[in-house]
Structure formats: structure tokens, C-alpha cells
């Protein structure tokens, strides 16, 4: 039993080690971290677009009008929105099944996939099929040796390394072979979305959509004509084609939507949004000075430096009473009072039981009257929907006014939305202008471009040089990428005195996610030699400022006598401490303790059960396990003591 338990904990230790990973660069938030988590373009919705558009007509038994029309037409608007486009009509189930094959091929250099399909479509035993223009279809146990079935190309879309893969079917007719068919399904069976797929239907699941009475289909040519809208959602265009199709059909056919997709993806991406703000800003009626009458002690100039933030949680922590002061004097008319209690109240960092009406009229008045971090935590509000409706367009006005004036926080937040609108040029436009003022923000954010080759040609020594330009000023997020980049030999060499050079000046900084990393290296002891010691000396820096992550891996390293630091008291004071703080692991791990009575503390099996039961509480269901195992063993030892 002794060696069962042994063995249990040693398999979880090094379990749970594997799965701790302190939060990398691009995760890693500073008290103003304006950087963006820039990723790949084949991660980012911005890749190649590459569409496989089939309309097959000319069926023996039963021919449509429309799909081969509806298919060009489909063709010619996707090739406008930017889609390597292979168009096939009237294929027979040869050629049907190689097209599919050759889409796949292609999908695997990600980016976006789509298929259009138009023409026959049935469903049997609630699989689809999409239907050759040679298939003689004389039962239905012959339709999946004669049809290319849907979830086939499904399967090709989900194997590829594309982000975003859409699927529509324009495939609900009635089907041409019901006579020879035992059910009388009609129309398409529901399909789910497989991870990062769109599905859309011509009508709901078991419905039938006509031929249609013009060149097109109904539901294609409706979904043309929204299909290149600027800055409209995927679903949005889809669903203002749905309301369209449902008008003109009397209500007879409602397309229907299966989505798994987390983000958002635009055919036409809003990108003209500076000329949006330009032109609120020229018709805005809220009036923006240009001349602050007073500003005595330098606030314009303070205000829009990143070092607000920081002082702002010195403030908060060495300051007795600071928010009933601050909130005093911002009602005195105190400039950077009012700033503070906007910060404080309008950005989520911040946890001083405020609401957003306590900030936000601060913000609104110090944005009104050019204040750079007025304007720019007005535009965080409309950002997150924070004091005021959630409105990016408005936030991207404020943003645009703060950089306009020489803002750099304001030249990364407008950066940030053209970024996330998929218009990389112009992002570009704006992290150059903050890197170029010396801002470390946007040395990284342009670095990150580079790398990735987003809005520019992708140059990884550019990037590496803006990464170190801004690690030499103190920015931690090029720390922490240069020294991910190092380790993992991602665009460059692996080097492992660079990835260590990094990450002791991260944690030098008092980051304590490079503390956690130094001790993972000097940990496991797999580029270098093992230093416990010293791997302990790291861990033991972060967990102090709070890391329950190096707090449970000190809990291992204590409670092991191979890595010479051995003091199973201080090893189980940090699990203590950790679990008290919500790690699972941790608590799971005093379970184990409690339950053999190991590292000095005594065996109990109620404290045991108390441990499992909040790691379960926590989300580690191992525990649930062990309470049931530890009862059962309860029972058997008091019933062989009787």
C-alpha cells in the first residue's frame, strides 16, 4: 500500500509539473500592456482564402436551372473578396471525389477554406450526400458508394491547418430518387460544426428550397448581394441573407446556420475606419479643446505617459486611504485625481469595488478636453462596454483623436483595432508611429508584424532587432518573446544561454513568469545542469509576489530529498498556501500527505477527504476518486481491526 501511494504521487508530480506553464509573452499583461498577442496569419483569419465552388445541373432524372449559374456566380463574387477559387460544374462522382481531394490538398497550407456546393442533396439515415450528375441511385443502401458524402468534406476541412473553414450547401431540393427509397426524408439532416467551422444551409435541416425562377437560386443570389458588404460578420451576412430569403418566400424557406467559430471573420473586413473616424470626428458635436488653460504641473505631458499606470498601483499601495483621497480631490477638480478615479473605475485591472459610474463622467470630461489618457480610457470604455454601450467605431474615434495629438498609447489602441479588423497595413501605419516616438508598446507590436508578416514582408531579423531595441528600454513582453523564441528555436537558433540571458532580465524586472521559467530550467536539468538550489531560489522569488504556480512546484521540490533543498515543513506550507490561494493540485497534493502521513504530518483520513474534496472543488476530480478509494479503505481497515 505504501508503495501504491508512492507511486500515485510521483505520477501526478510529474503530471501536474508538465502541465505548468507560467503565461507566456504575448499573454503577459503589464498595468498598461497596449501590445497585441500578434499570432501567424494562418491563426489569425488572414491567410490564403481558398474556396472549392461545385454546381452540378445536368442530372439524368431529375435536372436543376440554377446551380451552375448560381455556382459562377458564387465564383466570381469570392474571387472578388479575394478567394483562390476552383470552380467544377456538372462532375460526375469521378471527378466529384478528386475535386474534394484536391481542396483538402490545398487547405493544408491554412488560411480560410470554403465550399459551395449547388445542386442534388439527400439525406439517409441522417447522413448527407451530395449528389453526382451520373448517379442511378436504385436503393438507398447504394448512396454512399454512388455520392461524395458531406462529411467527407467536413473531415478534409477539419484535418487541414485552416483557422476558419465555411461550408454552404445551396443543396435542400427534393430528392430526384425518393421513389426507390424506403424513407421519405426530405431536404438535409443537421450537421454539427466541427472546431472553427461554419456551416450554412439554404433551409432549416428536413426542408426543401425551390430551383428558383431566375438565373439564380434564391438563396444564393440573396447571399451575393450582402456577401461583399464592408465590416459585416460572417453570421451577420448570412443571417441578413436569411432575413431576405424568408421575406421573398413568404416565410416558406428559413436558411439555416450550424457555427463552432470563437472569433470573427469578415469577407470585407472594416478596413476604411480611418475615414469613419475622420468623418466623427469632423461631425462630432461634442467639442474637443486644443489649449488646456491650466496645466500647471506638467499633467498634459504626465498623462499620456505609460508610467500613470504604474504609478497609479504604487499609489493605490502605499498610500493609507488612498481611494477616499483620491475621490476628494477629483471632486475638488484635482486633473490627475479625476484620471486616477477614471482608471480606477472604468479598467478591469484595477479591483477597488468601484462602478463605472463612479469614473466614467471623469473620463467623458478629461476626453472632451483633450487630456491624451482621458481620451484614450474614453475610447477603453467603448472598447469593453464599460460606463457606456460597447461601440468600437466610438472607441476608435477617441483613439484616433489621442493619436492625432501625439498619443502613443493612442497609436497602439487604434493599431490594435485595425489588427483586429484583419487591415494589417494600416495597424502597421500606427505601431510604427508609437515605435518610432521610442515606445516600447509599439517596438513590440511592430515586431510582432514582422515576424509574422502581417501588413509587411516578413523579415525575422528586423523583428529580432525591435524585440532587443525594446528589451534594452525594459519592456518585459520582449523579454519574455525572445526568450520563448531562443527556447524553442522558433524563427531562430535554439540558444540557451539567450533564452536564460532573457529571462533573468524578465524576472529581474519582477516578472514572475520569468522567475518560474529560470527555476523550470534549473529544475529538470535538461539544457544544463540540474541546480536545485538554484532552480528554488526563482521559484521561491515568485512565489512570494503571489505565483501559486512556483508555490506548488517549491511544495514538490521541498518534499523531495533529490534536489538538495529538502524541508518537508516549508514544502508543505507552500501547498498550504497555494491551495488557499485555488490550486487544485496543490490541495490534491496535501491529500495525499494527510492520507499516509508523509513529510511530518500525521496520518487523517478526515483531513485527507477535507484536502481531496476542495482540489475537486477546485477542479481536479481525481479528488472524488481518492475519497472514494480512502473511504473504502476506511471500511476495510476498521472491518479487519474487528
Known amino acids: 500500500m505504501y508503495l501504491t501511494h508512492l507511486i500515485r504521487i510521483y505520477i501526478v508530480f510529474f503530471i501536474m509539473l508538465s502541465c505548468i506553464t507560467p503565461a507566456s509573452a504575448s499573454e503577459k499583461k503589464t498595468d498598461d500592456d497596449r501590445s497585441v498577442k500578434i499570432v501567424p496569419t494562418d491563426q489569425k483569419f488572414g491567410g490564403k482564402k481558398i474556396a472549392l465552388v461545385i454546381g452540378n445541373s445536368t442530372y439524368v432524372s431529375s435536372p436543376l436551372k ?4 448560381d455556382a459562377k456566380t458564387m465564383a466570381r463574387a469570392l474571387r472578388r473578396l479575394g478567394f483562390d477559387v476552383d470552380i467544377e460544374t456538372n462532375l460526375g462522382y469521378m471527378a466529384m471525389n478528386d475535386a474534394v481531394e484536391n481542396f483538402g490538398a490545398k487547405l ?6 470554403l465550399f459551395y456546393y449547388a445542386g442534388h442533396g439527400l439525406q439517409v439515415n441522417g447522413n448527407n450526400y451530395l449528389v453526382p450528375v451520373d448517379a442511378k441511385i436504385n436503393s438507398e443502401s447504394e448512396t454512399r458508394y454512388k455520392t461524395v458524402d458531406a462529411g467527407l468534406i467536413l473531415a478534409k476541412m477539419e484535418q487541414s491547418k485552416s483557422e476558419v473553414n465555411i461550408v454552404i450547401l445551396d443543396a435542400c ?39 428558383g425562377e431566375g438565373a439564380n437560386g434564391l438563396f444564393t443570389s440573396e447571399l451575393v448581394n450582402v456577401l461583399e458588404t464592408p465590416g459585416l460578420p460572417l453570421e451577420q451576412v448570412f443571417k441578413r441573407a436569411a432575413r431576405a430569403v424568408l ?14 467559430l470563437v472569433g470573427d471573420f469578415w469577407f470585407v473586413p472594416p478596413a476604411d475606419i480611418n475615414t469613419i ?3 466623427q470626428t469632423l461631425t462630432s458635436n461634442i467639442k474637443v479643446d486644443n489649449v488646456i488653460a491650466d496645466s500647471t504641473n506638467n499633467e498634459l505631458e504626465y498623462l499620456d505617459n505609460n508610467v500613470f499606470y504604474e504609478d497609479l498601483s504604487k499609489y493605490l499601495r502605499e498610500t493609507l486611504e488612498s481611494l477616499e483621497k483620491i475621490q476628494q480631490m477629483a471632486r475638488s477638480g484635482d486633473i490627475l485625481a479625476q484620471a486616477r478615479m477614471c482608471a480606477l473605475a472604468t479598467q478591469k485591472q484595477f479591483n477597488m469595488g468601484l462602478k463605472p459610474e463612479d469614473g466614467i463622467t471623469y473620463c467623458q470630461e478629461l476626453a472632451e478636453k483633450s487630456f491624451p489618457i482621458g481620451l484614450v480610457l474614453y475610447g477603453d470604455a467603448y472598447i469593453n462596454g464599460i460606463g457606456v454601450n460597447k461601440n468600437n467605431l466610438e472607441a476608435a474615434k477617441w483613439y484616433g483623436i489621442a493619436a492625432e495629438k501625439g498619443s502613443v498609447s493612442g497609436m497602439n489602441a487604434l493599431g490594435t483595432i485595425h489588427y483586429n479588423a484583419q487591415d494589417y497595413f494600416e495597424a502597421v501605419k500606427w505601431f510604427r508611429m508609437a515605435a518610432e516616438k521610442g515606445d516600447t508598446t509599439g517596438l513590440v507590436n511592430i515586431a510582432g508584424m514582422y515576424l509574422n508578416g502581417l501588413g509587411v514582408n516578413k523579415d525575422i ?12 528600454k525594459g519592456n518585459i513582453n520582449s523579454m519574455m518573446q525572445l526568450a520563448e523564441m531562443y527556447k524553442s528555436g522558433s524563427n531562430v537558433n535554439k540558444d540557451i544561454s539567450e533564452t536564460i540571458k532573457f529571462y533573468r532580465m524578465a524576472a529581474e524586472k519582477g516578472d514572475t513568469s520569468g522567475m518560474v521559467e529560470l527555476g523550470n530550467i534549473y529544475y529538470h536539468g535538461r ?13 521561491r522569488m515568485a512565489a512570494e509576489k503571489g505565483n501559486t504556480s512556483a508555490m506548488f512546484i517549491l511544495g514538490l521540490e521541498c518534499t523531495s530529498p533529490y534536489f538538495g533543498v529538502y524541508n518537508p515543513s516549508e514544502g508543505i506550507k507552500w501547498f498550504k498556501e497555494a491551495a488557499e490561494k485555488g490550486d487544485f493540485n496543490s490541495a490534491f497534493q496535501l491529500g495525499v500527505r494527510y492520507e499516509n502521513g508523509y513529510d511530518g504530518l500525521p496520518k487523517d483520513y478526515n483531513k485527507a477527504i477535507e484536502w481531496y474534496q476542495k482540489g ?4 481536479n476530480s481525481a479528488g472524488l476518486q481518492f475519497i472514494n478509494e480512502l473511504k473504502a479503505k476506511e471500511k476495510k481497515e476498521k472491518s479487519s481491526w474487528w
Request: no cysteine; net charge positive.
Open 66 to 69: 440554377n446551380p451552375v449559374n
Open 108 to 113: 493544408r497550407s491554412g488560411g480560410v477554406g
Open 173 to 211: 431540393r427534393d430528392n430526384p430518387f425518393n421513389r426507390t427509397f424506403r424513407s421519405a426524408n426530405h431536404g438535409l439532416a443537421f450537421m454539427d460544426a466541427p472546431s472553427g467551422t461554419f456551416i450554412a444551409y439554404a433551409t432549416a435541416p428536413g426542408k426543401t428550397a425551390a430551383d
Open 247 to 260: 421575406e421573398k418566400s413568404k416565410q416558406r424557406q428559413n436558411p439555416w446556420i450550424s457555427s463552432s
Open 277 to 279: 473616424i475622420k468623418q
Open 461 to 472: 531579423t528586423e523583428a529580432v532587432k525591435l524585440y532587443r531595441m525594446a528589451a534594452e
Open 527 to 539: 539544457e544544463i545542469a540540474q541546480n536545485g538550489p538554484e532552480a528554488y531560489k526563482w521559484f
Open 616 to 619: 475537486a472543488d477546485l477542479g
